[in-house]
């Protein structure tokens, strides 16, 4: 299913557990927002068009949230029960910490969730439903977007003088090269180093991201997936020299790879992080995307004939 559908089930999920509060609801509403991550996962990687507009990045996934603003922002709007945050339209144009995944996570698997599937926490139920709403409508809203007949799509895959995005083919192709380099280092020089230290010792597990609701390592397959998914619709191997071909099926075969080892690592992050086998399929992941980084960045950009080391994560 897609992003859209996912979110939309999740605002369901969560109007269902305000209506009628019960464990089952309570397990259902966790069910969906899980389904959510691991579609936003894959979707997040399209890190240019509609989705850059209006701070819906931010908005629907604050992270890394380094110095816990966002949590601590969440934590003081379930304690003073705000009733504003519980009005979808007047949660939009609050912080972005406020209003999505990580704001959602919280109120499902933070301290005292549990008292969700009982009612007694009417405002802890009503505020997720808002954020789950918010999530739903930028969902919608990006899909509309990308698929309207002059939408993000048509433009991107059809460039020419008169293409306000894009006037012609080098521009695309430049703009989907620097998606797969800066992603993959996102991936693991923020997402996965952001926890798994150079040794043991130095593993953070509170600093990885989905820890809460132990969709981690879900959350990392996702992400290589949606580069596999926008690789392969973006026909881009078959733009290589024939002698180059190889690298397109190269590159599939590790994507797979890396989603197939990130989905291996089941249950909390701190538990994985602490069973060597586990930890060393972190690592092995690591690797993986360390080899894509090389055979997108470096063999194929010069096969394209671009010039390689574009990355917004260094802020050129």
């Not at 819906?56 to 709007?77: F, H, N």
């Not at 004939?305 to 802020?315: E, K, V």
Request: aromatic fraction near 6%; charge should be negative.
């Amino acid at each position: 299913a897609s992003l859209d559908e996912h979110a939309a089930g999740l605002a369901k999920a969560m109007h269902q557990l305000c209506e009628a509060p019960s464990e089952i609801n309570l397990e259902a509403a966790r069910s969906a927002f899980s389904g959510t991550v691991e579609a936003w996962s894959v979707a997040e990687i399209i890190a240019f068009g509609p989705i850059k507009e209006n701070n819906r990045l931010e908005r629907m996934l604050y992270w890394p949230d380094r110095k816990s603003i966002g949590l601590r922002q969440v934590q003081a709007t379930l304690a003073s029960k705000d009733p504003s945050a519980t009005d979808p339209v007047q949660l939009a144009q609050k912080s972005v910490a406020m209003q999505g995944l990580g704001a959602l996570e919280y109120v499902l698997y933070g301290d005292g969730a549990e008292t969700l599937a009982g009612k007694d926490e009417s405002y802890r139920c009503a505020y997720g439903e808002a954020v789950a709403g918010n999530v739903e409508t930028m969902a919608g809203e990006v899909r509309d977007a990308w698929q309207k007949p002059d939408g993000f799509a048509s433009l991107w895959a059809n460039p020419g003088p008169k293409n306000p995005l894009y006037r012609d083919g080098n521009e695309a192709v430049t703009e989907l090269v620097g998606v797969f380099i800066n992603e993959l280092d996102m991936i693991r020089d923020v997402r996965l180093k952001g926890f798994l230290g150079a040794k043991p010792d130095a593993d953070k597990p509170k600093q990885a991201i989905y820890w809460r609701s132990r969709n981690t390592a879900a959350s990392l397959a996702g992400n290589l997936s949606g580069i596999d998914q926008l690789f392969q619709a973006s026909k881009l191997g078959d733009a290589l020299p024939a002698d180059a071909q190889w690298m397109a099926e190269s590159i599939h075969i590790q994507l797979s790879n890396g989603v197939t080892t990130a989905k291996s690592i089941p249950g909390p992050i701190d538990k994985a992080l602490a069973d060597p086998a586990l930890r060393d399929k972190l690592e092995h992941f690591a690797l993986i995307t360390s080899s894509l980084s090389t055979l997108i960045g470096t063999r194929m950009t010069a096969e394209f004939g671009l010039t390689a080391g574009f990355s917004s994560l260094d802020g050129d």
